[in-house]
């Protein structure tokens, strides 16, 4: 079950975090959506000589979804492309988080239509934190 708070969802997820990023980017992948980058934050600081739980970030979109929204409003361009972070909390659990296309919509007055040029992409964050 989702949880949402000042416009962010979150997730709980039954794999690890690079599992839940890896099963995310198949899904992606497979409806042609492209990924901008992965982020591995742990191994950068790592790199730097810090040490830190797992966390990851994934930037994906489609210019189709997302060319309307940025149209209508300029500043949308500072939530897209869309991102998911996944990480490690001190109990051992696994979450993802995404900012709510509801909160995006509202935040950069866009029309309540364009909601699910974002929403599209939520089944796809649902189902890759699930056991199948």
């Known amino acids: 079950m989702a949880d949402s708070d000042n416009g962010i969802r979150r ?3 039954d794999h ?3 599992s839940t990023l ?4 198949a899904l992606l992948k497979e409806r042609n959506v492209t990924i901008f980058a992965r982020i591995d934050f742990a191994a950068d600081a790592a790199k730097a000589g810090l040490s830190m739980a797992p966390e990851q970030q994934l930037i994906f979109g489609a210019p189709k979804a997302g060319t309307p929204l940025m149209r209508a409003s300029a500043t949308t361009a500072l939530d897209l492309p869309l991102r998911a972070i ?3 909390d001190g109990d051992g659990n696994t979450w993802l988080a995404y ?3 509801a909160y ?3 935040r ?5 239509e364009l909601e699910k040029n974002l929403a599209a992409v939520i089944p796809l964050l649902e189902r890759a934190t699930k056991k199948e």
Do not use: M, Q
């Open 11 to 13: 997730l709980a997820s």
């Open 16 to 18: 690890s975090v690079a």
């Open 22 to 25: 890896d099963r995310l980017e």
């Open 86 to 88: 996944c990480w490690r």
């Open 99 to 101: 900012n709510d296309p």
């Open 104 to 106: 995006i919509v509202k």
């Open 108 to 112: 950069h007055g866009l029309p309540t």
